[in-house]
């Protein structure tokens, strides 16, 4: 009789990329719909893989396959699986490119008016040469934010919501006492709409605080203030950078081996929140071409239900509307 050796796997982690103009319900944020069957059945019909895509760095690529695990992208981001045995290094690092895959994309994602230009310098005393990308979030499971609520604990890979400072410019999420803000204009003198009273009570959206500063070597001038720097494991195409840890010796919900490098029984779940970009909704007239009205507050661009009391906007052009170089307010137009 052969002998026949079997070699389960088990999921060692999981990160859930989660946009909320595919999951909100006009002005009711997904997570506080209150229909379960309506928000497992939009779960059940999304797929971010439309509009972005994940793929591991080449270093992590090696890695999973030194320490036999296996990356699969999903609908709702991606998974790593191990074998049911293994012992993975405590330091175990592995790191993930997200790309942008649907130019739509900047037109309902908040925060995506920033420039990702990418920087060449030399250091011409070493000969070394650097190449940064501005603007790219670095989302880790050392730094995320964990909310509890009763048996229930979401770990999401961005950071705390900071709170406002004189640097922050239109679609900004800042936190006032327990309030979320968001930034309707650029700084300085910016505008600010309260998103929610309680920022505990939404999810930790990804947010400017994601992006890491940028610190030059000695002497090296005309990088970027914010951003990361562009290597082999970090290519030209990074919209987002994720770097997840085997353990987190902090708080150990962020861990996904144990002490001794054991795979846990159950899973971590990451997640990454993407906010949907509100805009100030002007009515026009299509044959005069006169503005007929303008939404007194900016409101949300949803796939699902409308946040207003009128026609809402395609998913097409968003504006913005100038003082200087100032933006005063992101426009959708709609022609009635």
Not at 68 to 83: M, Q
Not at 174 to 184: C, I, M, R
Not at 220 to 228: E, I, K, N, Q
Not at 231 to 240: G, K, L, N, P, T
């Amino acid at each position: 009789m052969s002998e026949r050796m079997a070699n389960g796997y088990q999921c060692l982690f999981e990160v859930r990329l989660l946009h909320h103009y595919w999951l909100d319900e006009g002005g009711t944020v997904f997570d506080t719909i209150g229909n379960q069957d309506k928000m497992n059945s939009r779960l059940l019909n999304y797929d971010k893989r439309s509009f972005i895509g994940v793929r591991p760095s080449i270093t992590t690529n090696q890695a999973l396959a030194a320490c036999k695990c296996l990356f699969r992208e999903t609908s709702l981001g991606f998974i790593v699986a191990a074998p049911t045995n293994a012992v993975i290094p405590i330091d175990t690092v592995f790191e993930f490119i997200v790309t942008v895959n649907d130019g739509q994309f900047y037109g309902y994602t908040a925060l995506t008016l920033r420039s990702q230009t990418i920087y060449e310098l030399h250091d011409n005393l070493d000969n070394i040469s650097y190449r940064y990308k501005e603007n790219v979030p670095l989302l880790s499971n050392l730094t995320g934010t964990k909310q509890v609520s009763g048996a229930n604990t979401a770990l999401y890979l961005s950071q705390t919501f900071p709170a406002q400072t004189a640097d922050d410019n239109v679609e900004s999420l800042v936190l006032s006492g327990s309030a979320l803000l968001q930034l309707t204009s650029d700084s300085p003198s910016a505008t600010t709409q309260q998103i929610s009273a309680q920022a505990n009570n939404l999810p930790v959206f990804l947010h400017q605080g994601d992006v890491p500063t940028i610190i030059p070597p000695a002497g090296l001038t005309g990088m970027p203030a914010r951003g990361v720097r562009l290597s082999d494991d970090i290519a030209d195409d990074v919209f987002a950078y994720l770097s997840l840890t085997a353990v987190n010796a902090s708080d150990d919900a962020f861990s996904f081996v144990d002490a001794q490098g054991k795979v846990k029984p159950v899973a971590p779940v990451y997640q990454i929140r993407f906010k949907n970009r509100s805009t100030f909704w002007k009515y026009i007239d299509k044959s005069s071409g006169a503005v007929v009205s303008t939404e007194a507050n900016a409101l949300p661009l949803t796939y699902f239900g409308n946040a207003g009391s009128q026609q809402k906007p395609s998913e097409g052009l968003v504006k913005a509307e100038k003082s200087g170089i100032k933006i005063t307010r992101l426009v959708s137009e709609i022609y009635v």
